[in-house]
């Protein structure tokens, strides 16, 4: 009964990843991006928002010798919003990518990556809970599927007023040569934020002639819900006795996923 009827809660993720490889262009490649949200209700709205452009790019315009480059430009982003005694949102983009190079003993493999997240999220309400969720994972590969070189990053800020001890996390795992990192999580109790960036750089020598590939993908998450519950991006809570949430299309089919590819040359 002390459900307000007006809290609001408000969730933010975004990130960018760029990496360049300089001297050796793919011999393939491939790259795909996925967009999906969902909105529902009982008392109250939720809207939800998200964008993401991937572009792998294989440049070899100058003398296709000394200045070839092959270039990878991620930017995500997803935000979620709830007002009202009852609702749920997420939105979602996830970007797969990889690519395939011909190593040489004279031309060893290397890769220069940054990867930048920024996470947000703001409850007015004990009843609500929101969660931002930023995550990238680097893999070079052998013939073989043998990982040699990874960088995997996972960085989450789950807020509710309620909560007695902080659940951000900030889960950091390579082998990679690091040049930089920053990692800055603020808890709070109605508002909290994320800021971590982290740059490095891959380098694999070959005794022999080797088609080396490279795994990228990423994931960006934003949840907002009232009632609250732990599992803010897993499920819609439900107080017992109730009628389960209506789905609200006002965004269209903004449920159904979607799937863009983009191979340029």
Do not use: W
Not at 48 to 73: E, P, Q, Y
Not at 98 to 107: I, M, N, R, Y
């Amino acid at each position: 009964e002390a459900m307000p009827a007006q809290a609001a809660a408000f969730s933010f993720s975004g990130s960018r990843l760029t990496f360049d490889t300089p001297g050796a262009l793919p011999e393939a490649k491939s790259s795909i991006l996925g967009t999906d949200a969902i909105a529902l209700t009982k008392e109250g709205t939720a809207d939800n928002f998200f964008d993401g452009t991937l572009n792998f790019v294989a440049d070899d315009t100058v003398d296709h010798t000394t200045d070839n480059t092959t270039r990878l430009d991620g930017l995500f982003e997803t935000r979620s919003l709830g007002t009202g005694a009852g609702y749920f949102g997420q939105s979602q983009v996830t970007s797969n990518a990889f690519a395939e190079f011909f190593v040489t003993p004279e031309q060893p493999f290397s890769l220069n990556f940054q990867f930048a997240s920024f996470l947000q999220n703001t409850v007015d309400s004990i009843f609500e809970r929101a969660t931002a969720r930023s995550a990238v994972t680097l893999s070079l590969l052998d013939p073989s599927q043998t990982v040699l070189k990874f960088f995997t990053l996972d960085a989450s800020v789950n807020t509710s007023p309620v909560d007695q001890q902080n659940n951000e996390a900030l889960m950091v795992s390579t082998n990679a040569q690091l040049s930089g990192n920053a990692a800055q999580l603020l808890p709070g109790a109605n508002q909290e934020t994320g800021n971590v960036s982290f740059s490095g750089s891959f380098f694999q020598s070959v005794s022999q002639p080797t088609l080396l590939t490279l795994q990228v993908s990423t994931l960006n998450q934003s949840c907002i819900q009232a009632p609250n519950d732990n599992d803010t991006c897993v499920k819609v809570p439900e107080p017992a006795g109730i009628l389960s949430f209506a789905m609200v299309t006002a965004l269209g089919l903004l449920f159904i996923p979607r799937l863009r590819t983009s191979a340029e040359a």
